[in-house]
C-alpha cells in the first residue's frame, strides 16, 4: 500500500516538527498581540492561533514575561544565558577540583 511522504513522517513519532525560537522582542510583542485581540473580543485559544502559537505556549510567556517591558525582557534574557554559563563553569572548576584532590591523595 502506498503512503505519502507526510503519513510516513508523521508515523515516526511525535514532536518531530521544527521548533521556532522568539527573540524576548517577539515574545513581548506577541503578548501584546494577544492581549489587543482578547480585548476586541476574541478567546484565549483564538487570539492565540491568530498570533502563531499555542495557549500553552501563551501561558508559558504570559507567566515568565507577563508586565515585562521591551529592555526588561532583554535583560532577562540576557542574565539567563549569563547565569547558565557560570553554572557550567562552577561545574567544571569544582570537577577539576575534585580531580586534582583524588590524584593528591593517590586515589586514582
Do not use: H
Not at 539567563?80 to 562552577?90: D, F, G, I, M, S
Amino acid at each position: 500500500m502506498y503512503q505519502s511522504k507526510r503519513e510516513t513522517e508523521y508515523r515516526k513519532g511525535p514532536g518531530k516538527m521544527p521548533k521556532k525560537t522568539f527573540t524576548p522582542e517577539q515574545i513581548v510583542g506577541k503578548l501584546r498581540q494577544i492581549e489587543v485581540l482578547m480585548s476586541q473580543g476574541k478567546t484565549v485559544p483564538l487570539a492565540c492561533k491568530d498570533a502563531g502559537i499555542v495557549d500553552q505556549t501563551y501561558y508559558r510567556w504570559r507567566r515568565e514575561y507577563g508586565g515585562l517591558q521591551l529592555e526588561q525582557a532583554k535583560k532577562l534574557k540576557d542574565l539567563q544565558k549569563e547565569n547558565a554559563q557560570l553554572k557550567r563553569a562552577l561545574a567544571t572548576l569544582t570537577l577539576e577540583k575534585q580531580v586534582l584532590k583524588d590524584i593528591a591523595e593517590g586515589n586514582f
